[in-house]
């Protein structure tokens, strides 16, 4: 059984850094693209970063570029977001998601977290 | 970057009955790769999105064949036959065909 688990959210001041992390079993986690989507409070879905499989090529959406960095540990099947200068429109609950396809970018989510909650104010 | 709009905003339906949600993208969502990457999402109340179609047409694993995903191009349809209480929620349409991806603003399954 697939399973992806989000922990690290909780309280941030604007400004602040926070790092999340996803712990994933029941697949070769080495094998697929890796994606963080979040949904603010009574919002819709969005796309926050995507990673390859090997780690060496990562994607952002200009909302989080230059202040959001998606990463991976092949070796413990983990996946991180590390969130830096952030804005009170970060507030979301924050998924972790498997791409659909083997070692492929465009997809789909096939399994997603239960989410984390990152709220950010002061 | 492709805009998902999807209609209705919100739908009642009787249990037992048959709904259609569109999605329509503002470019198509053909890849060079011949492959259209649209799928559908239901999130139940109080939980994390889950897969219900990929690629417009194929049920992911495990999903009723009361679900079923249709359309090509920019024009999509998400038809629920024989609604159940556990179909309620809200549905999401999404492509990956071209970065960034992007998801409808959701359709919210009501009971009449």
């Known amino acids: 059984e697939v399973q992806l688990v989000e922990s690290g959210g909780g309280l941030v001041q604007p400004g602040r850094s926070l790092k999340l992390s996803c712990a994933a079993s029941g697949f070769t986690f080495s094998n697929y693209y890796m994606a963080w989507v979040r949904q603010a409070p009574k919002k819709g879905l969005e796309w926050v970063a995507t990673i390859s499989t090997s780690g060496s090529r990562t994607y952002y959406p200009d909302s989080v570029k230059g202040r959001f960095t998606i990463s991976r540990d092949n070796a413990k099947s983990s996946l991180y977001l590390q969130m830096n200068s952030l804005k009170s429109e970060d507030t979301a609950t924050y998924y972790c998601?498997?791409?659909?396809?083997?070692?492929?970018?465009?997809?789909?989510?096939?399994?997603w977290g239960q989410g984390t909650l990152v709220t950010v104010s002061s | 970057d492709v805009v998902m709009t999807q209609t209705p905003v919100s739908l009642s339906v009787s249990l037992g009955g048959q709904v259609s949600i569109s999605c329509r993208s503002s470019q198509s969502l053909v890849h060079n790769n011949g492959n259209t990457y649209l799928s559908w999402y239901l999130q139940k109340p109080g939980q994390s999105p889950q897969l219900l179609i990929y690629?417009?047409?194929n049920r992911f694993s495990g999903i009723s064949d009361r679900f079923s995903g249709s359309g090509s191009g920019t024009d999509f349809t998400l038809k629920i036959s024989r609604v159940e209480p556990d179909d309620l929620g809200v549905y999401y349409c999404?492509?990956?065909?071209?970065?960034?991806?992007?998801f409808g603003g959701g359709t919210k399954l009501e009971l009449k």
């Open positions: 690629k417009v047409s």
């Open positions: 999404g492509q990956g065909t071209q970065y960034p991806p992007t």
């Open positions: 998601a498997r791409h659909g396809s083997i070692a492929a970018i465009s997809t789909w989510f096939a399994y």
